[in-house]
Every structure is written in structure tokens, then in C-alpha cells.
């Protein structure tokens, strides 16, 4: 029969929190960084030597870039859980 502790059982939630911290930090600094590079990618049209394009081109490329950033942005914060809101057994016995 296995004998969980609560420090066991605390020191595994650590744990499993650093796990999931480190997995985000990996992702989202690679997936920032690909979207920084693809900006850039953009931005690398501005030539009018070599492309066409309109003020109105510029702004409705604008306005859709916008609109995605915010709602991703948006997505994340939805997602963040504040400490308020996870189970701890040491606060819920008190």
C-alpha cells in the first residue's frame, strides 16, 4: 500500500507546475519568435520597387493583424488561474 504525505502530495503539485511552466515558457518563446520573424517577413514588402500595393492594402493587412493579436492575447489572459482559484489542502482545513 502507497503512504502519500502531504508534502509528497505538495512537492508532486510543484513539480507538475514546474513541468507545465517550462512547457509554456519553451513554446511561447518559440512561437513569439516565429511570429516576430514573420512580421519582419511583411515589413520586408515595403519595397514599392519591387511590389504594389494600396493605403487601403496597408490597412485592412492592419486591422486583421490587430484583431488576431488581440484575441489570442485575450485567449491567454481567459486561461491564467489565479491562486484564489486552485485547490490547496492546507488553506481548505483551516
Same mark, same amino acid.
Given at each position: 500500500?502507497? /503512504? &502519500?504525505?502531504? #508534502?509528497?502530495?505538495?512537492?508532486?503539485?510543484?513539480? #507538475?507546475?514546474?513541468? /507545465?511552466?517550462?512547457?509554456?515558457?519553451?513554446?511561447?518563446?518559440?512561437?513569439?519568435?516565429?511570429?516576430?520573424?514573420?512580421? !519582419? &517577413?511583411?515589413?520586408? &514588402?515595403?519595397?514599392?520597387? &519591387?511590389?504594389?500595393?494600396?493605403?487601403?492594402?496597408?490597412?485592412?493587412?492592419?486591422?486583421?493583424?490587430?484583431?488576431?493579436? /488581440? /484575441? #489570442?492575447?485575450?485567449?491567454?489572459?481567459?486561461?491564467?488561474?489565479? !491562486?484564489?482559484?486552485?485547490?490547496?489542502?492546507?488553506?481548505?482545513?483551516?
Amino acid at each position: 500500500m502507497v /503512504k &502519500l504525505s502531504m #508534502n509528497n502530495l505538495k512537492g508532486n503539485k510543484i513539480r #507538475n507546475e514546474q513541468i /507545465k511552466k517550462d512547457k509554456f515558457v519553451e513554446l511561447i518563446e518559440r512561437r513569439v519568435n516565429s511570429c516576430t520573424n514573420q512580421m !519582419r &517577413l511583411i515589413g520586408n &514588402l515595403a519595397n514599392q520597387h &519591387l511590389y504594389s500595393y494600396t493605403d487601403l492594402e496597408i490597412d485592412l493587412i492592419e486591422t486583421h493583424l490587430e484583431e488576431q493579436l /488581440k /484575441k #489570442n492575447i485575450d485567449q491567454l489572459r481567459a486561461r491564467r488561474i489565479t !491562486r484564489a482559484d486552485l485547490f490547496d489542502f492546507e488553506e481548505e482545513g483551516e
